[in-house]
């Protein structure tokens, strides 16, 4: 069985720093690419940072360019979503996402999110 396990989310000040973390399992998590989606309240689900699973490319939404670091340990079955210099406007339910392919078919996973909240 397929999971992908937030956790990491919270209630932080502006200007504060929090590590978001994605454990997979049931799949061949070092062949796939890992992303962070975000939803704010109104709104679509919007892609945050990626990174590839090999060579590790990351990309990164042009707003949070700078203060979010994305990053992977394999070993661990784990990604992971470095914010810093949080917003307000940063305010939404984290999604971790798998995509790969295995046996020339495509997967695509979801976490079940997790919140982050940036206020005073």
């Known amino acids: 069985q397929v999971q992908l396990v937030e956790s990491g989310g919270g209630l932080v000040q502006p200007g504060g720093s929090l590590i978001l973390s994605c454990v997979g399992s049931?799949?061949?998590?070092?062949?796939?690419?890992m992303s962070w989606f975000r939803q704010r309240p109104g709104e679509g689900r919007e892609s945050v940072a990626a990174?590839?699973?090999?060579?590790?490319?990351?990309n990164y939404k042009d707003s949070v360019k700078g203060r979010f670091t994305i990053y992977r340990d394999d070993a661990k079955n784990t990604v992971y979503l470095q914010m810093n210099s949080l917003r307000s406007e940063d305010t939404a339910v984290y999604y971790c996402?798998?995509?790969?392919?295995?046996?020339?078919?495509?997967?695509?996973?979801w976490g079940q999110g997790t919140q982050v909240t940036v206020s005073s």
């Open positions: 996402n798998a995509n790969g392919v295995d046996n020339g078919r495509e997967y695509n996973y």
């Open positions: 049931g799949f061949t998590f070092s062949r796939y690419a």
């Open positions: 990174i590839s699973s090999i060579g590790g490319m990351r």
